[in-house]
């Protein structure tokens, strides 16, 4: 829809959210982009068949998400002891990164982990996914969260792939009043 509004079932958890690139990276207009994305992958003039046995250029994210599906798909084969739950981290902690891409700057932080790259996530078997599982937030009173209260988070993180150590959490918001 070309929004950062949240879209179902690609929104719900346990869901890889995908949106489209075109060949230089660059978010394609009617792709939705948010905190909601996973992974991004090639939707913009992607050469396929079409009706009356031809071929032509797709665009879209009915374009990205099957390569994505595909993406999916051979990591399975690859490390066929993965989860589901692997195979979907694998396919983010390997993405490149394309925040800083020119035409992505209004979209950074909200294209999901960036474009897929099989070739990492084949290869790259060292990469950590370190993902808050469980969370509480308490501002420990009535849990009425009000301007001025002083919130309690905790939460418990889980590593689904390569160990790690001395890992630093950060938290961020978006919102100008945080």
């Keep these: 829809d070309g929004d950062d509004c949240a879209f179902y079932p690609a929104s719900y958890n346990y869901v890889i959210s995908v949106t489209a690139t075109n060949n230089l990276d660059v978010k394609w207009v009617n792709s939705s982009y948010g905190i909601h994305i996973d992974v991004s992958a090639p939707g913009a003039d992607v050469y396929s068949p079409i009706y009356n046995n031809n071929y032509g250029a797709g665009f879209g994210t009915s374009f990205a998400a099957p390569i994505a599906a595909g993406c999916a798909a051979i990591i399975a084969s690859h490390f066929p002891t993965y989860t589901a739950?692997?195979?979907?981290?694998?396919?983010?902690?390997?993405?490149?990164?394309?925040?800083?891409?020119?035409?992505?700057?209004?979209?950074?932080?909200?294209?999901?982990?960036?474009?897929?790259?099989?070739?990492?996530?084949?290869?790259?078997?060292?990469?950590?996914?370190?993902?808050?599982t469980q969370k509480n937030i308490t501002d420990g009173n009535d849990d009425v969260f009000m301007a001025n209260d002083t919130l309690n988070i905790s939460g418990i993180f889980t590593n689904y792939l390569a160990p790690t150590s001395n890992l630093t959490v950060t938290l961020t918001s978006s919102s100008p009043y945080v």
């Design 85 to 132: 739950l692997q195979i979907g981290e694998q396919l983010k902690v390997t993405a490149d990164n394309i925040d800083t891409v020119s035409g992505n700057i209004p979209f950074a932080g909200k294209l999901g982990s960036g474009r897929i790259n099989l070739f990492r996530a084949l290869t790259d078997t060292s990469s950590p996914s370190v993902v808050m």
